[in-house]
């Protein structure tokens, strides 16, 4: 029977909650709804309203009450209900979460998972729509884990509850109703270990998140003009996995880096620098980055302009070849 | 799946949370909570029982004497260039003190950064303390050693940890209440806010303990706050609101321990706001003849927490030289045994910046931790050569 991503989520949720009774489910509509995605679907129903609770609608109050319940000795997993509705607790987590196990010399331990349903491409309003794993990404005492397929939602979920270290644990939301046949549980690679979901010979391609279908995408249509282009899922963007993009890259010459993300400072830019430091001799082309523009995330009619897709990881393709 | 038929049901009251009160009594009283006038009168409240020893009694004093000492070594320290920064708790002796006291062993405070007396009451290390403002490390003392947890600087962040804290120990049924200090400033950031709405909602065993020092570093309270008392917000958030004389030790103990009973009977949190008055600067870094008269400070000096309790020991006959002398000695030999933990302490170990970030750092930073190493041998090197 086909799993969506979102099933996967859940279940690796339940499954993780029946391990674990120290493991706590929170957030805004999580309880009584199931969550706007339905990804709490049933923990309240199977758990009870003091493993799986809705708390009030102040997103520093869920990141900073997380922090005093891991502190006690739970476990919790916070979910901010959209991406765009992060930064109110963006202290929290850059002062408090990220820092407070250095701060105090490893005593305290906060396996905090904060789970963020990101990225566009469903027509949402505006603020429901972005993408803003660098700022995590950026901040020291953070894991950042993104799944790209339901198999890695349900394991990468699993992995990043078990994580004694803070997880942000984005999920691609455009593809929480993407299907695969895998039976759960599964249990996929470490998320530190990048994943090369379909090996080529011309080009490297990396990705995570939303935009591995469409790398795949891109792939198969890129066959079709007789370019072999290699997909790699980083899976983890906290922390990178270098090695294996260093390895691809030494493989095929050429790289290109897709995010959603606008393309100023994203990821993208962090890859480029360890790929040039890692792989300079073996590079046939300047990496280029196939990413949204560096403006706002745009109204509903126009993200289709904006967002990457495979026409634009073809023209990168394109681009980086020609050289 | 069908929709609801009947009308969404109120929320669950939890039985050990039943508490049918009048929310009017949640308003502060017209005075603030005063057991001790300044020349240490006692006056005898009802609501207020004074139910300590009098050993009790001068301990309270003791820890307030120790406190200013130490907090007065720490500026000098400063100003010989071995602190950074320090930020003086002088004036908020009895404020820390008597709150900090009215807490059971197991019960877990959430400081800001100015709680030296409240951390002194837990036992937590002084000269430990002190390495977080001289730059030696971010912290250290293990938070649950002493249930003191690390002080924090973003301005009344911590009262979320607290708060999420006390809902573990809910949770979990265990009878622990959690304190958290901030002060009036602190009353206008967004996080205590969203502290006591969780904490209202979720009746958690919390204490919201406010130093109302009348400052946030120049900023008097009238520019922070149009409420008639900071005490007063806490009936928003469906909790009471209690105001007390932040410069007597009694008063602040006795209002304190009743908020601590409410909250182990399964009651939920209380605000607490305590009337007293930074004596010193914000930091050393500041200079505070800038925004307050020598008039203000002079009017400051007469409701010293410490003289009070002293006049009130002298009044009850628990006051003497041998007395004097014996706390007057500890206090010295702990400003001593600080001064040695901080003078000319050697800085961290530039390797450990490593160590705590991650409990599994793989693929985080090896070549950086590599490079500091290499960075370290070449500078030793170099030294040797010279």
Known sequence: ?323 | MSEPTTEPSAPTDRPDGAEEVDPLTWLPADEPVHLVDADGTYHEDPDHPLDLTDEQLRELYRLMVVTRKVDREAINLQRQGQLGVYASCMGQEAAQVGSAYALGTDDWIFPSYRELGAALVREVDAAGLLHLYRGTWLSDHDPYEHNFALMSIPIGTQALHATGFAMGAKFDGKPIVAMTYFGDGGTSEGDPHEAMTFAGVMRSPVIFFVQNNQYAISVPLAKQTAAPTLAHKAIGYGLPGRRCDGNDVLATYAVTRRAVERARAGHGPTFIEAMTYRMEAHTTSDDPSRYRTKEELDAAALTDPIARMRNFLTKRDLYDAELETAIDDQAKATATYVRAGIYDAPHGDPMELFEHVYTDPRGHFEDQVAQLRAELDSAGDAEGQG
């Not at chain 1, 709804?33 to 609770?53: H, I, N, P, Y």
């Not at chain 1, 998972?113 to 700022?135: C, K, L, M, N, Q």
């Not at chain 1, 899976?235 to 050429?254: E, Q, Y």
């Not at chain 1, 001799?281 to 967002?307: C, I, N, Q």
Request: proline residues 6%; contains cysteine; hydrophobic residues 40%.
């Open chain 1, 1 to 323: 029977m086909a799993v969506t991503m979102a099933q996967a989520i859940n279940q690796a949720l339940k499954d993780a909650m029946g391990a674990d009774d120290r493991v706590l489910m929170f957030g805004e509509d999580v309880g009584r709804l199931g969550g706007v995605f339905r990804v709490t679907d049933g923990l309240q129903e199977m758990f009870g309203e003091e493993r799986c609770f809705d708390t009030p609608l102040a997103e520093s109050g869920i990141i900073g009450t997380a922090i005093g319940l891991a502190m006690y000795g739970y476990r919790p997993i916070a979910e901010m209900q959209f991406d765009g509705f992060t930064y109110p607790a963006f202290e929290q987590i850059v002062s408090h979460l990220a820092k407070m196990p250095n701060r105090s010399r490893g005593t305290v331990k906060l396996p905090v998972t904060v789970r963020i349903p990101f990225g566009g491409g469903i027509g949402a309003v505006e603020h429901h729509s972005e993408s803003p794993e660098a700022y995590w990404a950026h901040t020291a005492g953070l894991k950042v884990f993104t799944p790209g397929t339901p198999e890695d939602g349900y394991s990468m979920m699993r992995e990043a509850i078990e994580s004694d270290d803070p997880v942000i644990f984005l999920e691609p939301k455009r593809r929480y109703w993407m299907k695969s046949d895998q039976q759960l549980p599964v249990t996929t690679q470490p998320a530190r270990e990048a994943v090369v979901r379909r090996e080529g010979t011309d080009v490297s391609v990396f990705c995570y998140g939303p935009m591995v279908r469409t790398a795949m995408e891109a792939a198969d249509a890129a066959a079709d003009e007789g370019w072999s282009l290699e997909i790699v899922d980083l899976r983890s963007l906290a922390p990178l996995d270098t090695a294996s993009i260093v390895a691809s890259v030494k493989r095929t010459g050429r790289a290109i880096v897709v995010h959603e993300a606008a393309r100023n400072l994203g990821l993208g830019a962090e890859i480029a620098a360890r790929i040039q430091e890692g792989a300079f001799y073996h590079l046939e082309a300047p990496v280029l980055r196939a990413t949204g523009f560096d403006t706002p995330y745009p109204p509903a009619k126009l993200e289709e302009y904006w967002l990457p897709d495979v026409d634009r990881i073809l023209d990168a393709v394109e681009r980086s070849l020609a050289y």
